[in-house]
């Protein structure tokens, strides 16, 4: 993958990321409030001591994980993938300058010392299980009262 490329493959696997936390901050506040409440939301669920770990646990409660298990596990994948590309640092494949178009760029694992992440690869699975895990959440909050567009 080039540089461009991965600019913007990584931006858009963060803006879909996004989409998610917020499909699950709109859960979490029904389920308490009776109604997706935006200053629960923003000061509570988008406070920086609010990480992902913390919605996700929430969401748990909520929910049956054991009925859900495949669904928080592809959620998990989702998570794992979005902080490769969020937090890795660039290696370049082939002997040419980095903003070369025909560059050939991998990331670096930030979790594992050594490991080179092909985010071609990485990038369609996230795209793959993205739409899953998406409807997944939408379908939830609707039968939770969620006004999703």
Same mark, same amino acid.
């Given at each position: &993958?080039?540089?461009?490329?991965l600019? $913007?493959? *990584?931006g %858009? +696997?963060?803006?879909?990321? +996004?989409?998610? =936390?917020i /499909?699950i901050?709109?859960?979490?506040s /029904?389920?308490?409030?009776?109604?997706v409440s935006p200053n629960f939301?923003? %000061?509570?669920?988008n $406070?920086e &001591?609010?990480s992902?770990?913390f919605?996700k646990t929430?969401l748990k409660q909520?929910l %049956? %994980?054991k009925?859900?298990?495949k =669904?928080?596990q592809?959620?998990e994948?989702l998570n794992r993938?979005r902080n490769i590309?969020?937090?890795?640092? &660039? =290696?370049? &494949?082939?002997?040419v300058k980095v903003d070369?178009?025909?560059?050939d760029?991998?990331?670096?694992?930030?979790k594992k010392i #050594?490991?080179?992440?092909?985010?071609?690869e990485?990038s369609k699975?996230?795209?793959?299980?993205?739409?899953?895990?998406?409807?997944?959440l939408?379908?939830i909050? *609707?039968? *939770? #009262?969620?006004?999703f567009?």
């Open positions: &993958m080039n540089l461009k490329v600019i $913007n493959t *990584r %858009d +696997i963060i803006h879909q990321f +996004i989409q998610i =936390e /499909a901050n709109c859960i979490i /029904a389920h308490f409030l009776g109604k939301v923003v %000061d509570v669920l $406070n &001591m609010s992902f770990g919605k929430v909520i %049956d %994980d009925k859900f298990g =669904e928080f592809y959620l994948d993938i590309f969020g937090h890795a640092s &660039m =290696e370049l &494949m082939n002997d070369d178009p025909n560059a760029i991998w990331l670096s694992n930030p #050594g490991d080179k992440v092909d985010p071609t990485k699975t996230f795209y793959k299980t993205y739409l899953t895990v998406y409807k997944w939408i379908d909050g *609707r039968e *939770r #009262g969620v006004p567009p």
